[in-house]
């Protein structure tokens, strides 16, 4: 073997968390050259997490990625299969700087095989991104979540991620829960661009993807919920009110005033405001605007909860704006 330092073999291992003894094997197959060794040492982890990447993956974490100036925003969800894993600080830096990457790169998919056979053909490699590369290292984001494979002994995976991206004047803001198990990411838009700078902005915008992370609300106002969806809910309201022997003629009436409570359960704006049920968050931006001195929107917002990912990275509500 040729001479290899103990201080190069520590470095190795506290980057990789491999072996001693596997740590300083690759770095005698690199000639000393210690990115060189990694890159070894991660063709072997890449070929020991084979058998881990088919175990299923519902513990994780959600992680944020917010530009300096608040243009731009990422939500991602990574998953492991033990909670044990989730808090590990491996795992928590791994999440984090997916978020940042993609926060910089833009990816339209998380993988190839998540894009149907019909347009696979028109996806670049740059487009996805497990196949980009990660920063200035010499492996892509798909063996860098392998790597942690082998390291952590846990299947990993990136399930889903959504950017959101400000066009004119606007904000975006974020919300992790504690335990990072639910996360928020929500857009608003404003008329001025000294608005995103008040403390009373900020204040307002943590408060509403609070809101969402809270009372889980599925749009923003109303006019976004599908006409079935509201049909379906006025059917049931009108057969309850025919249960409870209410005149026949009073059913659509009936039927309509009970509606409201269903409307606030789902709509971000006419929901109780989390810290003071007696105004709804309509009314909350109300109030705040007059403080602010500015007109903000609510544009759209997504809420992650850990294991919800299903099948379908990206998945976000409609982002229509709405002036409250």
Same mark, same amino acid.
Do not use: W
């Given at each position: 073997?040729?001479?290899?330092?103990?201080?190069?073999?520590?470095?190795?291992?506290?980057?990789?968390?491999?072996?001693?003894?596997?740590?300083?094997?690759?770095?005698?197959?690199?000639?000393?050259?210690?990115?060189?060794?990694?890159?070894?040492?991660?063709?072997?982890?890449?070929?020991?997490?084979?058998?881990?990447?088919?175990?299923?993956?519902?513990?994780?974490?959600?992680?944020?990625?917010?530009?300096?100036?608040?243009?731009?925003?990422?939500?991602?969800?990574?998953?492991?299969? +033990?909670?044990?894993?989730?808090?590990?600080?491996?795992?928590?830096? #791994? *999440?984090?700087? &997916? =978020? /940042?990457?993609?926060?910089?790169?833009k990816p339209k998919h998380v993988r190839l095989e998540d894009v149907n056979e019909a347009e696979r053909a028109n996806i670049k490699a740059h487009e996805t991104l497990y196949d980009q590369k990660f920063g200035s290292e010499p492996h892509t984001v798909g063996e860098l979540v392998k790597t942690k494979i082998a390291k952590l002994g846990e299947n990993i995976v990136v399930s889903r991620f959504t950017i959101y991206e400000v066009t004119g004047n606007?904000?975006?803001?974020?919300?992790?829960?504690?335990?990072?198990?639910?996360?928020?990411?929500?857009?608003?838009?404003?008329?001025?661009?000294?608005? +995103?700078?008040?403390?009373?902005?900020?204040?307002?915008?943590?408060? #509403? *993807?609070?809101? &969402? =992370? /809270?009372?889980?609300?599925?749009?923003?106002?109303?006019?976004?919920?599908?006409?079935?969806?509201?049909?379906?809910?006025?059917?049931?309201?009108?057969?309850?009110?025919?249960?409870?022997?209410?005149?026949?003629?009073?059913?659509?009436?009936?039927?309509?005033?009970?509606?409201?409570?269903?409307?606030?359960?789902?709509?971000?704006?006419?929901?109780?405001?989390?810290?003071?049920?007696?105004?709804?968050?309509?009314?909350?931006?109300?109030?705040?605007?007059?403080?602010?001195?500015?007109?903000?929107?609510?544009?759209?917002?997504?809420?992650?909860?850990?294991?919800?990912?299903?099948?379908?990275?990206?998945?976000?509500?409609?982002?229509?704006?709405?002036?409250?």
């Open positions: 073997m040729a001479e290899i330092s103990a201080q190069l073999v520590k470095e190795l291992r506290e980057r990789t968390g491999a072996g001693m003894m596997d740590c300083k094997k690759a770095l005698v197959e690199a000639k000393g050259d210690l990115p060189e060794a990694e890159v070894v040492l991660r063709k072997k982890g890449i070929a020991s997490a084979g058998n881990k990447e088919s175990r299923s993956a519902k513990q994780g974490l959600i992680a944020a990625s917010i530009t300096a100036d608040g243009k731009l925003g990422v939500l991602v969800e990574v998953n492991c299969e +033990s909670d044990f894993v989730a808090r590990t600080e491996d795992f928590q830096k #791994l *999440a984090a700087d &997916v =978020a /940042a990457h993609i926060a910089v790169t606007g904000f975006v803001g974020n919300y992790i829960h504690t335990g990072s198990q639910i996360g928020v990411l929500l857009e608003v838009g404003t008329t001025k661009p000294e608005t +995103s700078a008040k403390d009373e902005f900020k204040t307002l915008v943590r408060d #509403l *993807a609070m809101q &969402v =992370a /809270a009372a889980h609300p599925q749009v923003v106002n109303r006019e976004q919920l599908p006409a079935a969806l509201v049909a379906k809910e006025l059917d049931i309201q009108r057969d309850r009110a025919r249960a409870e022997q209410k005149p026949e003629k009073m059913l659509d009436k009936i039927a309509e005033g009970r509606m409201s409570k269903f409307y606030e359960e789902v709509c971000l704006l006419e929901q109780p405001f989390i810290r003071e049920n007696t105004i709804s968050i309509t009314e909350l931006i109300k109030t705040a605007n007059g403080k602010i001195g500015d007109t903000v929107t609510v544009s759209r917002f997504v809420r992650y909860k850990v294991g919800d990912s299903g099948d379908a990275p990206g998945v976000e509500p409609s982002p229509l704006p709405v002036t409250a």
